[in-house]
C-alpha cells in the first residue's frame, strides 16, 4: 500500500510510522511561510496537532481525530490522527534551486 501523501499547494505532507528520535517540540502550528503575501500553511485548530524540528526537517503530529490544514489561497485539507513529514516542493533548474512560488 503506498504511503499517504498530501498536497496543500506548495507543501507536501508525508505519512511516516514515527517521528525521528531527538525531534524537538515547536511552539507553533505554521507549516510554511508564504514568502510574499504574508499567508501561511497553518493548522487551523491549536489542540489538534504539534509540530516538531529535527535538523531540517520538519514533522506534523495529529493527535486529535483530525486536523484542518489552512492557507488563504487554498482550499482546506483534513489529516487523519498520525505523524507526517512536511515540506515545500522545490524547483530545480540548471542555475540554482529555490522554493516553488505558490
Same mark, same amino acid.
Given at each position: 500500500?503506498?504511503?499517504? !501523501?498530501?498536497? @496543500? #499547494? %506548495?507543501?507536501?505532507?508525508?505519512? +511516516?510510522? /514515527? ?31 504539534? !509540530?516538531?524540528? @529535527? #535538523? %531540517?526537517?520538519?514533522?506534523?503530529? +495529529?493527535? /486529535? ?36 512560488? %505558490?
Amino acid at each position: 500500500m503506498p504511503t499517504p !501523501l498530501y498536497r @496543500h #499547494g %506548495d507543501v507536501l505532507i508525508a505519512l +511516516v510510522p /514515527a517521528l525521528p528520535l531527538g525531534a524537538r517540540p515547536r511552539p507553533d502550528l505554521v507549516l510554511a511561510p508564504d514568502e510574499f503575501g504574508g499567508h501561511r500553511h497553518r493548522v487551523a485548530e491549536p489542540t489538534a496537532a504539534r !509540530l516538531f524540528s @529535527h #535538523g %531540517d526537517l520538519t514533522f506534523l503530529q +495529529v493527535t /486529535a481525530e483530525r486536523a484542518t490544514v489552512i492557507h488563504e489561497d487554498h482550499r482546506p485539507i483534513e489529516l487523519p490522527r498520525g505523524t507526517y513529514r512536511v515540506w515545500q516542493q522545490r524547483e530545480y533548474t540548471p542555475e540554482r534551486v529555490r522554493i516553488v512560488l %505558490d
